[in-house]
């Protein structure tokens, strides 16, 4: 997830097939559009209900940042393949 936001915590209920799917949450520090505040409160919320997620911030706004791109998809390669160290 870049730049997002937990909406309808009250009901949140993730299933248990969905836990088993790593999630990366990145967000810019400046962002002015998407608070940068909500990404801890989502990520303690995910954690909280057994989700396994990654965070990680940014020095920028509401924009994408090279090394995030990077890492996300670094992050989506270990994700669908596996990493190194599983072979």
């Given at each position: 997830m870049l730049s997002g936001w937990l909406t309808l915590v009250d009901d949140l209920n993730v299933p248990k097939e969905?836990?088993?799917t790593p999630l990366l949450w990145?967000?810019?520090t400046y962002d002015d559009k998407v608070l940068f505040e909500q990404?801890?409160?989502g990520i303690e919320k995910l954690k909280a209900e057994?989700?396994?997620v990654t965070g990680l911030d940014?020095?920028?706004g509401h924009?994408?940042?090279?090394?995030?791109i990077e890492?996300?998809?670094s992050f989506v390669d270990e994700a669908i393949f596996g990493s190194e160290k599983d072979l």
């Open positions: 969905a836990k088993k990145a967000h810019g990404q801890a409160f057994g989700v396994v940014y020095p920028m924009e994408s940042h090279p090394q995030e890492t996300l998809a």
